[in-house]
């Protein structure tokens, strides 16, 4: 199997299920944090799950560019996450990330979904 063919909602998914069904009760409030990050020549844009002082990271996409991401790459990496946790109460963070009222309203429209 190759990088490429690996796919985290099969394979990981199910255990950040588990992980949040162990960490946190049902009625949590789980807060969700975006945010990108260059290392070495790779831009990586994720989103994590706050714990304690740590994040577990939920869901990431490998960016093709530099700088920041676009509404289009942001929509690709929450909306898999949003329904992983469909039943539970998100709040979302993030830094300059962000940066965008059009994904504002695009997060408020599918988490009431």
Do not use: C
């Not at 530099?66 to 830094?95: C, Y």
């Amino acid at each position: 199997m190759t990088i490429k063919e690996f796919s985290l909602a099969l394979f990981w998914f199910p255990l950040v299920k588990k992980i949040i069904e162990n960490l946190f009760s049902f009625s949590s409030e789980l807060v969700l944090i975006l945010d990108r990050t260059q290392w070495q020549n790779t831009n990586i844009l994720m989103i994590s799950l706050a714990w304690k002082k740590m994040a577990i990271p939920l869901y990431w996409k490998i960016l093709t560019h530099k700088g920041a991401s676009n509404l289009t790459e942001q929509k690709a990496v929450i909306r898999p996450v949003i329904r992983l946790l469909k039943d539970q109460k998100i709040i979302m963070t993030a830094d300059r990330e962000y940066h965008s009222i059009f994904l504002s309203h695009w997060f408020k429209k599918i988490s009431q979904a």
